[in-house]
Every structure is written in C-alpha cells, then in structure tokens.
C-alpha cells in the first residue's frame, strides 16, 4: 500500500513540475522584441571583429615564431589560432540566427 501511494504521489508530483502553469521551464527562450534583437546584432558584430583582429594577431605571431624558429611559442600560438577560429565560426553562427529573427520579424509580415 506505501509503495502505491508514493507511485500516486510521485506521479502527480512529477506531472505539476511539466503542467506549464504550475511553474515549468519552456526550453526556449522568450522573445524579447525587434530592439532587443538588434542590440545582439551589434553585438555579434563586435565580437566577429574582435575575434577577426585575435586571428589576424594569432597568425602574425605565427609567422614570428617561424621565422625565430620558436617551436614552443609557434605549437602555442596555432592551438591560440585555431581556438580563436572556432570562437569566430561561433560568433558568426550567433549573428546569422539573430538576423534571422530579424528578417522574419521586418520582412515577412505581408
């Protein structure tokens, strides 16, 4: 009988945490408004130029180390290059999804 009532307990228990008015999570997140998406837009574009100038000094240094012949700093700095290409390729990604949400939201409402 005690194993029964925890199962019925547990189960009505488990069922208010997913009923959205009894205060479950959406996993999305709430739309916050055309001024909010291009304030992440300029963002976005800050952070791509940012991580441009960090590829663009990686890769200088790069060629420092090679031509010092600085095996240490040179293995370094193209583990710093290609970390710094991927947060790029992040970045980017986060700027075509909220420009995304842009064009939707400004040219298709015919």
Not at 83 to 109: C, G, I, P
């Amino acid at each position: 009988m005690r194993r029964f009532t925890g199962w019925i307990i547990g189960g009505l228990v488990t069922m208010a945490l997913w009923v959205p008015g009894a205060g479950a999570q959406d996993g999305r997140q709430m739309y916050q408004g055309m001024r909010h998406d291009w304030q992440d837009i300029r963002q976005d574009r800050q952070h791509i130029q940012r991580d441009w100038r960090d590829i663009q000094h990686d890769h200088s240094r790069i060629w420092q180390d090679r031509r010092a012949d600085n095996s240490e700093a040179l293995a370094r700095d193209r583990a710093a290059f290609w970390r710094d290409r991927a947060q790029l390729r992040a970045d980017r990604r986060a700027f075509w999804h909220n420009w995304r949400n842009v064009y939707r939201d400004h040219y298709s409402r015919w």
